[in-house]
């Protein structure tokens, strides 16, 4: 039956559309191709939602071989919230981006472009739905390879650079990762996570496996933009083509924290991850992104960085919630890595709209803008506004979750740092809004008008995810609850 | 109708009124003619609470739990039903003011001022009617929210610092201390629902009830308690209706309604009585009083006098609740009536002044209340409530506190409202003898004016008559606060 | 443990640091990538070593051939070498187009010209 091919379909859909767009001719058809394929992507993500919430964990073995020899796909509901989160995002991304992708991608490159999103889209799926740690690696290279082509795209040339410096550390990282999967493999024999769940168990102690764990975590983190080794992700996101930076700022990075939760918890567990001191390291690291990276928002002038270290410091606090290792704070780690998709989408979105009307997207460029673009700005100050944790918000119930996830930790100081952190984002957000509702443009420059419609839509579909998400969040917490208690259930 | 039912049909009702006006918005008169509507169908719906409430208790559960035991949800008691019926009743003053006002002095985007003034007083309904803190907080955001742009309305430089300090530290303490505590109340009792006697589990010790305290204290910006209060005298760029309803009655009486539920309803005023080092607030509290009052006295402008004495009036209710004592707490909850309905008339005075005369400074006021009668007279019956004279509301409210200052032996609470009450006298007397017994001014005389427009005078002395009525009728108010001290 | 150990660990080591160092250290773009690749042949260098078993053959049965070596992880490198192959060669082609818009594949050239703009 179809319903239980979905996890390959997931996967198969994107993958086989790429080269399709590829060898078709001129932008309409690829759009078209690509937009199918993102829509249909997605209620292949919803069935495989209600199959997981209705019959538990699925396991689907490639080619019919089963685990550990074979590879396996598994879905569960962690693995389902960041695929929701990946698929929406795309969905909502390449809907409404059509005319900022005729604006910032040559005609003649428009075909590739598709494809390499769609390889890009093939990539993350493929890591969140693998159970297999070396084709965890392969399609970490196939959205890697892509990443560094969209952000080279880009219509500045210094995205030319961007993309070389992400290229050579994310090279890096995956190379670290790979070490680690082979020490893992040299001490146990076996690649599939489940099966080395059981196998590490009894060789923790050993050197070997520290390493790996070691190797593991620093490759993982470079590529979610861990606070020491994040350089590469201001110049990334700020020069890749708008669409592009509104994708990977909202998928990426989740992804790889993704990939971090399943590591740590499922194959090392929680005794390791506490008894190496891992635990309070990262923890220090997602605090210490919380402040300095909202610190250094706050002084950009390009909106697009500033959201860019606006996405660092929201890392920090997934990453702060998931050091805790808790039940709250996993829980409240899986939540806020879904609510930041969504947030950043909208606004990474919303910014591409001015782009695409206004030119650019320096803090001037939006002045006055809440007359001329009304819809998207409105769309805009509400995703800014669910970054800040305004109740009726995602960002309100994620500060929640966070706050209590801290309190359960007698975590006071902590509790006291994310709510200062949410007082550097007003310091970041707010100047922007009040620059497009009280400032005039400046005369000299063309007049602006709104966004084209399926931008909006796209904008406001986003928009509208964090406001019901804010009034609604059950099944969002719900989803993340039960991973939280898989992870942690799971761990020994 | 079911009493819950009238509850939410009060709640909704400003919000439909705000859709209503943003709908009509190009017809001016049937816009108008809608606000008022609104304001009294919402004023109508409160009275008909009132007449249904019987000491119980109304729970309407909105949208879903987020986390055990936490939704939004409504929830009326005695101090609440006050706070609607004041913030509600005085809103059909204001409607009609803010006509007069908007139209007297030509304002621009009428329409979304009256749209933004009907969500703000929906949001003040969803402060009074909050069954628990979450549902308070957010409303409380709401409304910083709602009436940001009406600060920044103007959308002059000044305005727009002036918006920012409002922002800036109401947000801040909000998000920044309210929210801790309230996070943290939570994570210790699991609940965050309003029942007398408080919810702060027994494991909570007096240090970490203290933290809490003062958290919530300084958090609650809209109170107004310095340092936090620098954002009311910025607030008074906006167009005076704003000031009037919102900065006078709806966003400073929600914090001090805010600050009173917390400490009845959250800790409990038995329990905190018990806790050493509550009486920093009444301190601190006494301390902004004083200085507040002294600022007041060495403003010029109309508008900044009033402000501070806002200041120091809101520290009256505070440091009162923080008195913890069953007489001053019905104290702190009749002044919170009393100083409304005197605040409003004072700031109705002043935006009648300057559409009438176009004057914004006090030493220009000479010899104005013979040409501006009702004006002059509402706002020195509205002056003697705030020294708390009688025959006015204030001096009810005002024997309470000291009452409750005595019953709590607390000397410095009394010492601080005795020379309060001189200052008070200090600086809004002058402002009543220069009106009436100086001689107008020859730039004065050149500028010929009368009184202000009906709409306006006709609110004002309105408010006026309710500042008396508070002194002899104080019955049905005293009763609504007592509820809160009484009733178990 | 006795030194020096399995000595492939060391090779591993050297190779592994020596690209690192390149990595970090150089200013020329071109080399940057050179140090990658020695980089990555380490952990390929890992791998192969890693599957080796004393005295084994290539893993295909024939008679008399009982210990042989273990074949995955060469497989998984094959896969690793493509990937490898891949990202030098867009490496190599993002590097004709920055030579193309900046006139240079000196870091620090490329920023000075960066900076006067």
Known sequence: MISAQLPILQVLLPLLAAPLCAILRGRALPHALSVGTVLLSLLVTVGLLIRVESTGTISYAIGGWPPPIGIEYRVDQLSVIVLLIIQGVAAAVLVGGGASIVREIEATRAPLFYALFLLNLTGLTGMVLTGDLFNLFVFLEISSLSTYVLVALGTDRRALLAAYQYLVIGTVGATFYVIGVGLLYMMTGTLNMADLADRVAGVEESTTIRTAFAFMIIGIGVKLGMMPVHFWLPNAYARAPSVVSAFLAATSTKVAVYIMLRVVFEIFGVPMFLATHLSEIIIGLGILAMVVASVTAIFQDDVKRLLAYSSLAQIGYILFAFGLATEPGVTASVLHLFNHGLMKGALFLALAAVALRAGRTRRTDLDGLGQAMPLTMLGFTLAGLSLIGVPGTVGFISKWYLLEAAFDRDGFIIAAIILGSSLLAILYVWPLVERAYFRKRDPALPPVEEAPLPMLIGIWLLVGANLLFGVWPDLATGLAERSALLLLGGAR | MASADILLAAFCMPFVTAVLVALTGRWAALRDTLSVLGALTTFGLVIALATEWEDKILIGRLLAEFLPGLSLKFMLEPLGLLFALIASGLWVFAALFAIGYLRGNKEHDQTRFTVLFSIAIGATLGIAFAGNLLTLFVFYEVLTLSTFPLVTHSGSEKAMRAGRVYLGILMGTSIGFLFLAMAWTYALSGTLDFIKGGILSEEAGPGLTLVLFLLYMFGIGKAALMPFHRWLPAAMVAPTPVSALLHAVAVVKAGVFTVIKVIVYIFGWERLAGVPGTEIIVYVAGFTIGTASVIALRQNNLKARLAYSTISQLSYIVMAAALLTPLALLGAALHLAAHAVSKITLFFAAGSIYTAAHKTEIDELDGIGRRMPWTMTAFGIASLSMIGLPPTAGFVSKWAILGGAFTAQSWFAIGVLVLSTLLNAAYFLPIVHRAFFRPLSAEAKAHPHGEAPLLIVVALTGTALLTLALFFLPGEVEELAAGLVTSR | ?117
């Open chain 3, 1 to 117: 443990m006795d030194f020096p150990g399995l000595f492939n660990y060391w090779v591993v080591m050297v190779l592994m640091m020596i690209g690192l160092y390149i990595v970090i250290s150089d200013r020329n773009l071109v080399k940057k990538i050179v140090g990658l690749n020695i980089f990555q042949v380490s952990v390929f260098v890992f791998y192969i070593t890693m599957g080796k078993v004393d005295g084994g053959t290539a893993p295909i049965i024939g008679e008399g051939i009982e210990v042989y070596s273990n074949p995955l992880p060469h497989v998984l490198i094959l896969t690793a070498i493509v990937v490898g192959i891949a990202t030098t060669a867009l490496a190599l082609a993002l590097l004709v187009r920055i030579q193309d818009e900046f006139g240079s594949v000196d870091e620090d050239a490329i920023q000075k010209l960066e900076s006067r703009q």
